[in-house]
């Protein structure tokens, strides 16, 4: 059975019809990513993996908890089990480095005990690669280094699932690269479950077990990469050949 297992998932905002019926099953210990058209309701529908927004109909289960009949208090169980960096998810300006990463362990976990905090902000710093930057601003840091911090403040928590929205967005091609091989090592040296929202067509196809092409409102097409290379949706067809015809250029 997946651990995230998403059935007919409708959201309207207004008048205006975002998802129309989105199924997916997400794998324990996977990394799936989900591409598709800007506008199309991707972050949208992330925000509802873990009750953020709540679907007009259809429903959410991470393991045997249906998160989208769940009530306050089964809501922040559920989230301690995630960590998460939404699209655009800045650091705090006005906190230093350790504050940040240490934000959910007090928010999420409730732990404020100074040692412990200091400790676990430590080895978080030492597992993206950046020890000892605990004082530094995030004003002080580069695109690359403030992903990576985000990457830590998602993990500290000790999660089971990171879910990632345009990690790679704004970065340039070697720094994009770094953060696809952190969620790599994300998924198998910490054994977690990823789900990835991306733009980068190509880096999808070389770090997910599974893609889902989310379309008007739809899963139009998902599977293994090799799978979905082969698929002859046309708007599928020219979005890869699109993203790879960069390449050439
Ligand atoms: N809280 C909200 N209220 C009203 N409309 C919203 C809200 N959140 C998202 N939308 C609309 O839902 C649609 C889908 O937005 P979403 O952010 O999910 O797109 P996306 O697929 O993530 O796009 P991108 O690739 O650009 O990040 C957009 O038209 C957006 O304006
Ligand atoms: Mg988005």
Redesign the pocket.
């Known amino acids: 059975m997946s651990l995230i297992r998403v059935e007919n998932l409708h959201k309207s905002?207004?008048s205006?019809e975002?998802l129309r019926g989105v199924s997916l099953g997400i794998e324990e210990g996977e990394i799936t990513t989900i591409i598709?058209?800007?506008?199309?309701?991707?972050?949208?529908?992330?925000?509802h993996l873990i009750g953020i927004?709540k679907p007009d109909q259809g429903r959410i289960w991470f393991r045997d908890t249906e998160v989208t009949a769940a009530d306050t208090t089964t809501l922040v169980e559920v989230r301690t089990h995630f960590g998460y960096a939404f699209?655009g998810a800045a650091l705090f300006d006005s906190m230093s480095v350790a504050e940040n990463i240490a934000f959910p362990l007090r928010e999420v976990l409730g732990i404020k005990e100074r040692k412990e905090t200091a400790r676990r902000v430590g080895e978080m710093l030492d597992w993206i690669g950046l020890p000892g930057i605990e004082k530094k601003r995030p004003a002080e840091l580069s695109g690359g280094m403030r992903k990576r911090v985000g990457v830590a403040r998602a993990l500290v928590t000790k999660p089971e699932v990171l879910l990632f929205?345009?990690p790679t967005t704004g970065l340039d091609p070697v720094l994009g690269e770094t953060i696809n091989d952190l969620v790599v090592r994300v998924n198998k040296e910490l054994e977690l479950t990823c789900v990835v929202?991306t733009?980068d067509i190509q880096a999808s196809f070389r770090i997910s077990d599974k893609i889902a092409f989310?379309h008007e409102g739809l899963v139009a097409v998902e599977g293994t990469p090799r799978e979905v290379a082969r698929s002859t949706h046309p708007i599928v067809r020219k979005f890869i050949e699109n993203s790879f015809n960069e390449l050439e250029v």
Request: glycine letters at 18%; charged letters at 15%.
């Open positions: 905002f207004g205006t975002i598709g058209q800007s506008g199309t309701g991707k972050s949208v529908f992330f925000k927004l699209q929205d345009e929202i733009h989310l």
